[in-house]
C-alpha cells in the first residue's frame, strides 16, 4: 500500500532581523505537527526558509553598509544554526535567492503575464515597508499601516497587476466548497467578508528598488515580494519541473501562518494559484500572536523574547512544551518568565519527571532493574488500561484537528491520574508484605507501560526527553523511528531491563532565584561555560591567535548610539538599564556601570555600542548589545563616546 502523504510549510522569514519566539514559535509547531505525521505513518515533507528580496530588507542591508546579499548571507546563519538546537526536524530549507527559486518564481510570474491575468499600468498609492504591502486609501487612512503601525511611503511607479478582482467570485465559491481550507474558523470568516468586501487588481511588481527578481522580458521591473515569496512552496518541490517531490507533495496539505499574513496566503496565493491552474493547499492555519508580558514585542519597547537564553537554561524540549501547551492554537497568549518557570518546574519537574523517577526508582528497587510481569486480569490493569486508551484516542482527535495544546492537556491529565495513582496504591506499603508481591509488580509493570506510552506521545513536542524516557527503559530504538502501533498497551516485555533509573529527567529551578537574576541556570550550564571560556584563554596566552583579519573585525558591529533614557536596576549595585538609540532603531542595554555613572548624567551622552551581539539577560532584563568601556586597574569602567558630528547608528570601523 502507498504510503499516506503530508506536506507542512512554514512562512519564510525576512532576513532583517533576528529570531524570536514568534517565528520558532511557527517552526515549533510545524515540526511538532510534522513528527506527530510521522509517527502516524505519513512520508513527511517539512519546509521552512528564508524570504530574502524586498524593499525592507534592502533597506536593511543600506543601513549596516553591506549589500542585502551579505546580509541575508548573514541573518540566514542565525536561522540555520538555531533550528537544529530546537530539534526541528525540516526536510528543505529554501532561500528566496537560490536560483531554483528564483527560476519558479520568474516562471509563474510568466506564465500569468502571458495568459494575460498580468498586465502593465500604473500604480499610485500607499506602501508599508515593514509589511511590504499596498494598502486602499481606507487602510492607508492617518498615513500609518493599519497592521504595524509603521509610517506608510507615497508610491507612484509603473507596475504590473494581476487581475485578483476577476477570481473574487471563484474564491469565495472554493471558500464555501471547502470550509477546511482557512482555519480557525473565526480566520475564515474574516477572509470571506474581506473578499466580499470587493477585490482590486493587485500590483505586482516594483521599479524604485533592485533587490528582487527581475521581472522576465522586463527588467526594470522586479516580481512584488509577496509573489517572489508564496512561490517558494511550490518551487522548493522543483516547480515548474515535474519533479518526484512535486507529484507526492503538491498540493501542500498544511501551510503554517501567523495572523498577520492571512490575507497574503488564503486571498492572494489561492487567486495565484488559480490562475495558474494549480491545485490549492489543503489547510491554511493562522495561530495567534506571542506578546510579552501582555505587551506587543518590539524591539524600540526593548520587550523581544529571543529563543537562545530559554534553550540554553531549560533546553529545547522546555521550550518546546511551553509554546505548544501556553498557547490556545489560533488565540493570541502572553509569554512571562514567570509562566515558563512556573510550568517547567509543575508541568515537568513535577508531572512528568516525577512519574518517570518513581516508577523507574521503584522498579529498581523492588524488581532488581527489571520489569515486573503483570496480572493482566487486575482490575486495576484492566482500569489503566482503558483510562490509558481512553487518552490516546482523544490526543490522535486533537492532534487531527491541530488542537495542539488539548493534546497536551489531555497527556497532563493522564500524568496528573498516574501520580494519584502511585500515592494511591503505595507500592511502597505492598513492597513490605510479600504475599503483595504480583499486587506490587502489577502495579509497577502499568506505571512502566504508562511511562513508555507517555514517551510515545509527548515525542512530537520533546523529542530529547522522551527518547530518555525511552532509553532508560533499556530502548536503543529511536523514539522518532517509532509508530503507532507501538502505543498498544501491553506491549513492554516483562523481564527487560531499566537502563538507567536514577538522574531526574529536569532538574528543578529556583524561581525566585531565576526569576530576579540571582542565578540565570539551572545549574549544568554555568559548568560547561567556564570550561569553553577557559580554552579560549588558554589559546590566546598562547599567543596563537593574536591576530585576527580585517573580516574578522568587520563581524563585529560598532556602532554610535544615543543614550535617551538610563535607570538603576532594581536590587542591584552595579547595572543600569539604558534605552539607546541606534538611528532607526531604539534598544535596551543593560550595563555594569552604576558605581561609577549616575543614571542622569547618562543621558543625551553618544556613546559606542556592539550592535550584532546575541541579546543576554543580566537580572532578568534583556540587554540588546553592549556598551564599550574601557577598564581600568580595578576594573572599573570608563564609556568611549564618538566625537561630535557623529550620529545615532554610524557604523565604526
Ligand atoms: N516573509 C514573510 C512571510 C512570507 S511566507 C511566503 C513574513 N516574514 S516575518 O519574518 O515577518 O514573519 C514570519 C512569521 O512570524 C509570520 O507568520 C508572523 O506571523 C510570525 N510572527 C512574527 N511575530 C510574531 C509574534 N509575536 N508571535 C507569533 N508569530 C509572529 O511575514
Known amino acids: 500500500m502507498e504510503k499516506r502523504r503530508f506536506y507542512v510549510t512554514t512562512p519564510i522569514y525576512y532576513v532583517n532581523d533576528l529570531p524570536h519566539i514568534g517565528h520558532v514559535y511557527t517552526t515549533v509547531i510545524a515540526d511538532v505537527i510534522a513528527r506527530y505525521k510521522r509517527l502516524m505513518g505519513f512520508d513527511v515533507y517539512f519546509l521552512t526558509g528564508t524570504d530574502e528580496h524586498g524593499q525592507k530588507v534592502e533597506k536593511a542591508a543600506e543601513a549596516d553598509g553591506i549589500k542585502p546579499i551579505e546580509l541575508a548571507d548573514k541573518v540566514v546563519e542565525n536561522y540555520l544554526n538555531l533550528w537544529p538546537g530546537l530539534s526541528i526536524s525540516n526536510n528543505d530549507f529554501i532561500r528566496t535567492t537560490q536560483p531554483r527559486h528564483e527560476k519558479g518564481a520568474a516562471y509563474l510570474f510568466k506564465q500569468l503575464l502571458d495568459q494575460g491575468d498580468i498586465y502593465l499600468d500604473h500604480y499610485k498609492g500607499m506602501y508599508c515597508v515593514s509589511c511590504e504591502a499596498f494598502l486602499t ?3 492607508a487612512k492617518g498615513g500609518k499601516c493599519p497592521d504595524c503601525g509603521k509610517p506608510l511611503e507615497e508610491v507612484e511607479e509603473e507596475s504590473y497587476f494581476f487581475r485578483l478582482s476577476k477570481y473574487e467570485k ?9 470550509p477546511e481550507l482557512i482555519q480557525p474558523e473565526h480566520r475564515r470568516n474574516e477572509v470571506v467578508s474581506f473578499v466580499k468586501g470587493g477585490l482590486k487588481d493587485l500590483s505586482v511588481s516594483r521599479t524604485s528598488f533592485k533587490w528582487g527578481i527581475p521581472v522576465p522580458e522586463n527588467e526594470k521591473h522586479i516580481i512584488y515580494v509577496w509573489l517572489d515569496a508564496l512561490s517558494n512552496y511550490l518551487t522548493a518541490l522543483g516547480y515548474p519541473e515535474d519533479t518526484e517531490l512535486y507529484r507526492n507533495f503538491w498540493p501542500a496539505d498544511l501551510h503554517l501562518i501567523g495572523k ?3 490575507r497574503f496566503h488564503a486571498v492572494y ?3 495565484f494559484l488559480m490562475a495558474a491552474g494549480l491545485p490549492l493547499p489543503k489547510t491554511i492555519f493562522a495561530h495567534g500572536w506571542w506578546l510579552k508580558d501582555k505587551a506587543k514585542m518590539s524591539k524600540s519597547v526593548g520587550n523581544v523574547v529571543r529563543p537562545q537564553y530559554l534553550v540554553e537554561d531549560f533546553g529545547a524540549d522546555a521550550l518546546r512544551y511551553f509554546l505548544v501547551r501556553e498557547m490556545v492554537f489560533g488565540q493570541d497568549s502572553s509569554f512571562s518568565d514567570e509562566a515558563f518557570v512556573g510550568r517547567f518546574n509543575s508541568d515537568l519537574v513535577n508531572d512528568l519527571g516525577n512519574l518517570v523517577s518513581r ?5 529498581d528497587r523492588y524488581c532488581e532493574g527489571k520489569i515486573p510481569e503483570p496480572d493482566v486480569d487486575d482490575d486495576r490493569y484492566r482500569k489503566m488500561e482503558s483510562r490509558i486508551k481512553e ?7 486533537h492532534f487531527d484537528t491541530y488542537q495542539l495544546h488539548k493534546a497536551m492537556e489531555e497527556v497532563w491529565s493522564l500524568l496528573s491520574d498516574l501520580n494519584k495513582f502511585i500515592v494511591g496504591q503505595e507500592p511502597w506499603v505492598l513492597a513490605k508484605d510479600e504475599s503483595k508481591r504480583k499486587e506490587l509488580d502489577t502495579i509497577l509493570y502499568v506505571l512502566a507501560e504508562a511511562a513508555r506510552l507517555v514517551a510515545l506521545v509527548i515525542s512530537p513536542v520533546m523529542p530529547v526527553k522522551s527518547q530518555e524516557i525511552w532509553n532508560r527503559l533499556g530502548f536503543d530504538a529511536k523514539v522518532e523511528n517509532c509508530v503507532v ?8 516485555k516483562p523481564g527487560s531491563v531499566l537502563k538507567d533509573s536514577k538522574e531526574h529527567l529536569f532538574a528543578r529551578v529556583d524561581a525566585k532565584a531565576y526569576l530576579t537574576g540571582e542565578q540565570t541556570e539551572p545549574g549544568k550550564n554555568k559548568v560547561e561555560k567556564t570550561k569553553k571560556q577557559s580554552k579560549v584563554e588558554e589559546k590566546s596566552e598562547a599567543g596563537m591567535d593574536n591576530l585576527i583579519t580585517i573580516d574578522d573585525f568587520m563581524k563585529v558591529q560598532l556602532r554610535v548610539a544615543k543614550i535617551l533614557e538610563a535607570e538603576k536596576v532594581e536590587k542591584s ?16 542595554i543593560v550595563a555594569g556601570i552604576a558605581l561609577q555613572y549616575q543614571p542622569e548624567d547618562l543621558v543625551g551622552r553618544q556613546i559606542i555600542v556592539v550592535a550584532n551581539l546575541q541579546p543576554a539577560k543580566l537580572m532578568g532584563i534583556e540587554s540588546q548589545g553592549m556598551l564599550l568601556a574601557a577598564s581600568g586597574e580595578d576594573g572599573a569602567p570608563f564609556l568611549l563616546s564618538a566625537d561630535e558630528g557623529s550620529k545615532p547608528g554610524f557604523r565604526i570601523k
Open 137 to 139: 486609501q481606507t487602510q
Open 170 to 178: 471563484k474564491l469565495l465559491a472554493y471558500y464555501e466548497a471547502h
Open 260 to 262: 498577520d499574513i492571512l
Open 269 to 271: 496565493w489561492p487567486a
Open 359 to 363: 516508577t523507574l526508582g521503584m522498579i
Open 391 to 397: 487518552c490516546a484516542v482523544n490526543w490522535e482527535s
Open 485 to 492: 502501533s507501538m502505543m498498544r498497551f501491553g506491549s513492554l
Open 573 to 588: 549595585k552595579k547595572l543600569i538599564k539604558m534605552k539607546v538609540s541606534l538611528g532607526e532603531e531604539e534598544r535596551q
